[in-house]
């Protein structure tokens, strides 16, 4: 903490201690014990008001290292306060600030006055009312809590799809992770309906799993105000439902223990509990006479707490909602050719939340791509339509993307023509050519956007193709023989000794243009608003040109159609 700073609390600790008893301490009192912090602490005694009462108590304030930048740490160790909205009921630390706020840090006096002033609104205000429509305004924060000693929530479990509207099995699977580089390892734990088996099955494919079978039950209703702690009687109380109770008995027989998850208040999150084996061959009975749901309700049932759950909620409708707000409309891709432009275009159209891809290259990804793929080292040997299909599934797994080892040629048109928008990332003039004869005999009929690079970025080129503009269409069509020049920047008489433009590898087909990854990312950017719009609102085929490395063309004596340009402009030429 900056000198000026210690200097500034010390000052204003001066003035408060005309106004209140504050002492200079190293430790606070809770839970029963001493806990001793790093940082600088004040012991408030504070005029309050507690339950329409008055009386002094005591406050502890703690400034961190990153104060004033931070707010200081409002602390109130006293038990009664300890279930009341918005503070933790472990480190009774008080949230008295939203998250981002934008306060003066130069005022240090002001600051440490406001904490004070809003400390002792609290306890009069959330001590004086009724706090039950704040558990249920966030039910996930004070569900998340651990009460009176009992085990952290876990935390690592996700349900796939929307929360079951009616109680039933679900799937479940379980598998280790590793937290970074630290070493640490939790488990992760996976639940999904049948319907949405699939990301399930996804999923195994990447890890060793186990799996496991949970109940959801609909009926159940947790406390209006905390603890939210259950014992095994306390969730059969939890239950309205009497066929739910003879449900959960039916799953707990069979499987000794076991996961129940429960709504709790919120579209995003359900809560649960996991019932470990249960212990039921006891002194004087013989083996089998105690089930286990008589040894979750009764015998040390009744009064061990359970540990409880959080489980988030993946599904389509959470993902709109913290993305665009809404579902987009559902779009299929067909994305042919995932080499650098192809695979970074699917990083821009991995943004729609409702898209569906189909990925078209029959080439593996090796290092000589990976300068300016989207996918790096740990990939190569991989076919490109698989590495990209992971990128995208580790997104969304519940994503429906389809891998085809194929040239787009050997495609059927009616699978082309399922799609909104077909986009030819290829660099193979042949593979460009067939599609537009394709749609010249009005066997596709869907847009088309053709990408590519001219040889060191020099510029970047998208065609975007309407099937239904048939004059454009004959032009472009004539054009592919010429290799599209007329929309190049390059001048054409220089492609007539292509040998300058480009470089070569070992072998027949060693030959590529050069050109950077950040080449890439400034074209696509270029352009992507573009393919949204045109996606949206059709219009006649047109080029789109963006201007690249212009400077690396003067420096090597490479002819343009016009030097009338600058860097990163974006032209637009008709077709």
Same mark, same amino acid.
């Given at each position: 903490? !900056?000198?000026?700073?210690?200097?500034?609390?010390?000052?204003?600790? =001066?003035?408060?201690?005309?106004?209140?008893?504050?002492?200079?301490? %190293?430790?606070?009192?809770?839970? @029963? @014990?001493?806990?001793?912090?790093?940082?600088?602490?004040?012991?408030?005694?504070?005029?309050?008001?507690?339950?329409?009462? =008055?009386?002094?108590?005591?406050?502890?304030?703690?400034?961190?290292?990153?104060?004033?930048?931070?707010?200081?740490?409002? +602390?109130?160790?006293?038990?009664?306060?300890?279930?009341?909205?918005?503070?933790?009921?472990?480190?009774?630390?008080?949230? $008295?600030?939203?998250?981002?706020?934008?306060?003066?840090?130069?005022?240090?006096?002001?600051?440490?006055?406001?904490?004070?002033?809003?400390?002792?609104?609290?306890?009069?205000?959330? /001590?004086?009312? %009724?706090?039950?429509?704040?558990? =249920?305004?966030?039910?996930?924060?004070?569900?998340?809590?651990?009460? %009176?000693?009992?085990?952290?929530?876990?935390?690592?479990? /996700? $349900?796939?799809?929307?929360?079951?509207?009616?109680?039933?099995? *679900?799937? &479940?699977?379980?598998?280790?992770?590793?937290?970074?580089?630290?070493?640490?390892?939790? +488990?992760?734990?996976?639940?999904?309906?049948?319907?949405?088996?699939? #990301?399930?099955?996804?999923?195994?494919?990447?890890?060793?799993?186990?799996?496991?079978?949970? $109940?959801?039950?609909?009926?159940?209703?947790?406390?209006?105000?905390?603890?939210?702690?259950?014992?095994?009687?306390?969730?059969?109380?939890?239950?309205?439902?009497?066929?739910?109770?003879?449900?959960?008995?039916?799953?707990?027989?069979?499987?000794?223990?076991?996961?129940?998850?429960? !709504?709790?208040?919120?579209?995003?999150?359900?809560? @649960?509990?996991?019932?470990?084996?249960?212990?039921?061959?006891?002194?004087?009975?013989?083996?089998? #006479?105690?089930?286990?749901?008589?040894?979750?309700?009764?015998?040390?049932?009744?009064?061990?707490?359970?540990?409880?759950?959080?489980?988030?909620?993946?599904?389509?409708?959470?993902?709109?909602?913290? /993305?665009?707000?809404?579902?987009?409309?559902?779009?299929?891709?067909?994305?042919?050719?995932?080499?650098?432009?192809?695979?970074?275009?699917?990083?821009?159209?991995?943004?729609?939340?409702? =898209?569906?891809?189909?990925?078209? %290259?029959?080439?593996?990804?090796?290092?000589?791509?990976?300068?300016?793929?989207?996918?790096?080292?740990?990939?190569?040997?991989?076919?490109?339509?698989?590495?990209?299909?992971?990128?995208?599934?580790?997104?969304?797994?519940?994503?429906?993307?389809?891998?085809?080892?194929?040239?787009?040629?050997?495609?059927?048109?009616?699978?082309?023509?399922?799609?909104?928008?077909?986009?030819?990332?290829?660099?193979? +003039?042949?593979?460009?050519?067939?599609?537009?004869?394709?749609?010249?005999?009005?066997?596709?009929?869907?847009?088309?956007?053709?990408?590519?690079?001219?040889?060191?970025?020099?510029?970047?080129?998208?065609?975007?193709?309407? !099937?239904?503009?048939?004059?454009?269409?004959?032009?472009?069509?004539?054009?592919?023989?010429?290799?599209?020049?007329?929309?190049?920047?390059?001048?054409?008489?220089?492609?007539?000794?292509?040998?300058?433009?480009?470089?070569?590898?070992?072998?027949?087909?060693?030959?590529?243009?050069?050109?950077?990854?950040?080449?890439?990312?400034?074209? *696509?950017?270029?352009?992507?608003?573009?393919?949204?719009?045109?996606?949206?609102?059709? /219009?006649?085929?047109?080029?789109?040109?963006?201007? &690249?490395?212009?400077?690396?063309?003067?420096?090597? &004596?490479? @002819?343009?159609?016009?030097?009338?340009?600058?860097?990163?402009?974006?032209?637009?030429?008709?077709?």
């Amino acid at each position: 903490m !900056p000198e000026e700073v210690k200097a500034a609390i010390d000052e204003s600790l =001066a003035k408060l201690k005309k106004e209140y008893d504050i002492k200079e301490v %190293d430790r606070i009192p809770i839970h @029963g @014990g001493q806990r001793q912090l790093p940082n600088k602490i004040w012991r408030i005694n504070l005029p309050v008001e507690v339950s329409g009462k =008055a009386e002094f108590l005591d406050v502890y304030m703690v400034f961190t290292n990153s104060f004033p930048f931070d707010m200081p740490a409002i +602390i109130l160790p006293d038990d009664r306060f300890k279930y009341l909205p918005h503070i933790s009921s472990d480190t009774r630390k008080l949230c $008295l600030y939203e998250d981002g706020i934008d306060y003066d840090a130069d005022n240090i006096y002001g600051l440490i006055r406001d904490n004070l002033d809003k400390t002792k609104h609290w306890i009069k205000h959330y /001590t004086s009312r %009724d706090n039950t429509d704040e558990y =249920a305004r966030e039910p996930v924060s004070y569900w998340a809590e651990e009460y %009176d000693g009992e085990d952290d929530v876990d935390n690592f479990w /996700t $349900l796939i799809g929307n929360i079951p509207e009616h109680t039933c099995e *679900l799937k &479940g699977i379980a598998y280790v992770m590793k937290d970074g580089k630290n070493g640490k390892q939790h +488990i992760e734990f996976i639940v999904a309906s049948t319907e949405e088996s699939g #990301v399930l099955d996804y999923i195994s494919d990447l890890h060793k799993t186990k799996e496991f079978d949970a $109940l959801f039950l609909s009926s159940f209703e947790k406390s209006v105000e905390p603890p939210f702690t259950l014992t095994g009687r306390s969730l059969v109380q939890s239950l309205k439902d009497e066929e739910d109770k003879n449900k959960l008995k039916k799953y707990v027989n069979k499987h000794g223990g076991g996961y129940v998850l429960f !709504p709790i208040g919120t579209d995003n999150f359900t809560g @649960g509990v996991h019932i470990v084996q249960l212990k039921c061959n006891r002194s004087g009975f013989r083996n089998g #006479v105690i089930m286990p749901y008589v040894a979750l309700t009764e015998y040390e049932g009744r009064i061990k707490k359970l540990s409880r759950l959080l489980v988030s909620v993946f599904s389509d409708s959470r993902i709109a909602e913290r /993305t665009a707000g809404v579902m987009m409309e559902h779009r299929k891709f067909i994305i042919a050719g995932l080499g650098s432009v192809g695979s970074n275009l699917c990083y821009y159209l991995n943004g729609y939340n409702n =898209a569906q891809f189909t990925l078209v %290259d029959k080439d593996k990804l090796n290092l000589d791509n990976i300068g300016r793929h989207l996918l790096g080292f740990e990939h190569q040997h991989q076919y490109k339509v698989s590495a990209v299909s992971g990128y995208l599934k580790e997104y969304r797994p519940d994503r429906e993307v389809l891998e085809v080892k194929k040239m787009l040629q050997e495609l059927d048109t009616e699978e082309i023509n399922n799609a909104d928008a077909i986009f030819i990332c290829t660099g193979d +003039i042949m593979s460009e050519r067939w599609l537009l004869q394709k749609m010249m005999k009005g066997e596709v009929n869907r847009p088309a956007f053709i990408l590519w690079f001219e040889p060191y970025g020099i510029s970047g080129i998208m065609l975007y193709v309407n !099937p239904e503009d048939k004059e454009s269409l004959e032009r472009l069509t004539k054009s592919s023989f010429n290799g599209f020049e007329n929309y190049c920047l390059i001048s054409p008489e220089e492609y007539k000794d292509a040998e300058k433009l480009i470089k070569r590898d070992a072998g027949c087909n060693g030959k590529y243009a050069i050109y950077s990854g950040n080449d890439v990312t400034f074209f *696509l950017s270029s352009v992507f608003p573009i393919i949204d719009q045109l996606m949206d609102s059709p /219009t006649k085929s047109k080029c789109y040109r963006w201007v &690249g490395n212009i400077d690396i063309a003067a420096e090597k &004596g490479i @002819g343009l159609v016009s030097t009338n340009y600058s860097k990163h402009m974006r032209q637009e030429i008709d077709v």
